[in-house]
């Protein structure tokens, strides 16, 4: 089984920046890890997705160029750095590993509990 505990999440304005923690335990990230959102009444979302072994990335078009997913293997954590931050982009954080099928779907074996991010105007 693997936990995952996001964190980082808050209140920022338009333009601003906020960087989520994903923090796995027990067991190792080796797969490929996801980042999903999901805004009030709007349907779960992908945002990004890592190659935990291989370090490749995939982002959704709306966050290219202002999202960077990245790890840091020693602290068995994943990264999401927001940045130019926009009030469509307010919603809950979800962190996921090991996908069932591919890193763009909700398929995934593990889900983090949310943090929320709140952009305004």
């Known amino acids: 089984q693997v936990q995952l505990v996001e964190s980082g999440g808050g209140s920022v304005q338009a333009g601003g920046s906020l960087r989520l923690s994903c923090a796995a335990s027990?067991?190792?990230?080796?797969?490929?890890v996801g980042w999903f959102r999901q805004a009030p009444g709007k349907e779960r979302e992908f945002v990004a997705a890592?190659?935990?072994?291989?370090?490749?990335?995939y982002y959704a078009d709306s966050v290219k160029g202002r999202f960077t997913i990245s790890r840091d293997n020693a602290k068995n954590t994943v990264y999401l750095q927001m940045n130019s931050l926009r009030p469509e982009d307010t919603a809950d954080y979800y962190c996921?590993?090991?996908?069932?099928?591919?890193?763009?779907?909700?398929?995934?074996?593990?889900w983090g509990q949310g943090t929320q991010v709140t952009v305004s105007s």
């Open positions: 890592l190659n935990w072994s291989g370090g490749s990335t």
């Open positions: 027990g067991r190792t990230f080796s797969n490929y």
């Open positions: 996921a590993a090991k996908p069932r099928t591919t890193v763009f779907r909700l398929e995934y074996d593990y």
